[in-house]
């Protein structure tokens, strides 16, 4: 185990807090463009460029989920990791595709799912006294 596992669970941690926040914000940003146009329609009303960093963070997401997969020693927490992104991609997916009918904070769960994991995941390797987590 390396530095790099470690700073893997504090980077997707921090992303995915940014992703929480960047979906949590999203309304708030662009409410006076939908009040004008529809209340159902504010996050398409948003700049394309905007709605990009939903890819971003679920790319950033998966790169951190797949080192903190191959450090984790726990079978529990692999499988969690595993079900937190996939359900993140599909809530992800599903608002741009409007598969179904979801709550806008439905992607919530998943968000706050793999900030717990990484946190998680970290405590974890250091208590079992990694190299890595001393610094």
Known sequence: MNLSTYKSD??????SFLCLIHCVITPFLFIADS??????????????WWRQF???????????????YRSSHNKIV???????WSSLSFV??????????LHEN?????SIGLIVLHIYNQRDLKSRGEECCTV
């Open 92 to 101: 992800i997916l599903n608002e741009k595709m409007h598969w179904l009918s």
């Open 78 to 84: 692999k499988f969690l990791f595993v079900l937190s």
């Open 106 to 110: 439905t992607i919530l769960f998943p």
């Open 35 to 48: 009040c004008s146009i529809a209340a159902d329609s504010c996050c398409e009303a948003s700049p394309s």
């Open 10 to 15: 504090v980077f997707g941690a921090v992303t």
């Open 54 to 68: 939903d890819y971003l963070f679920l790319f950033i997401s998966l790169i951190a989920v797949v080192q903190s």
